[in-house]
């Protein structure tokens, strides 16, 4: 399913950057989008803490469920 994929790769930005903010201090999306604060960053980690929640649903579908997400 589409939704899937991209609540996945938004998931996987996530991650990635809270990666750089544990190992280097640096907050990749704040830096490109204007600071925290700004409207864009802050767009941006409402979408990413959405597919989180959205992921988690991932984890509660049957292996056949899956496979028929998967195979439209």
């Known amino acids: 399913m589409v939704i899937d994929k ?3 790769v938004l998931s996987i930005i996530g991650a990635l950057n809270w990666g750089g903010i544990g190992l280097f201090g ?6 490109l989008c204007g600071g925290q604060m700004a409207v864009l960053s802050r ?3 409402a979408l990413v803490g959405l597919a989180g929640l959205w992921c988690i649903t991932l984890l ?4 056949e469920e899956r496979r028929a997400h998967h195979a439209v």
């Open 60 to 63: 509660f579908q049957r292996g």
């Open 6 to 8: 991209i609540a996945l």
């Open 26 to 31: 640096f907050d990749t999306v704040a830096f």
């Open 43 to 45: 767009i941006i980690y």
